[in-house]
């Protein structure tokens, strides 16, 4: 299981405005070229999002559910990636003074992934994560810098 932290310079309540847009995931999670609403009102349960996923020249349809919201701490989700399987995509949020301390946990659920799961796919997933974090730590500073000046 590969777990993670990121220190975010603002309140848990600018990370929820940035989870809570579905089309902006593809703007910080790494591989996800675009990311769309499918199904319901995102992040509430059951509610789902399409994604294209680039691994070199292929790319691949994914899609990904909410499975528990739990506003303010907790978002967990599964994502679907076809002969991949699915993963379990968890964010424990917690109030860090005026800051906000994301944990991120990721380990594969079903399939291929679940089966092949190991020490070097923990590895990968950790080089993954310190990107995808801090990526979403820079757009809720973006968004919630943008809002203050407008």
Known sequence: MAIRHQLIHHPPSALWAVLEQPDEYGKWVVGTQ???????????????IGYTLRLGPKEYQGHTVVRRLERPRVLELEAYSGLLGTARIAFDIRPWGDETLVLLTEHPLRGLGGTLHNVALDAALQIRHRAMLGRLAREVDAQADGHRAG
């Open 34 to 48: 675009e990311s769309h609403p499918l199904k319901g009102r995102w992040p509430d349960v059951g509610s789902s």
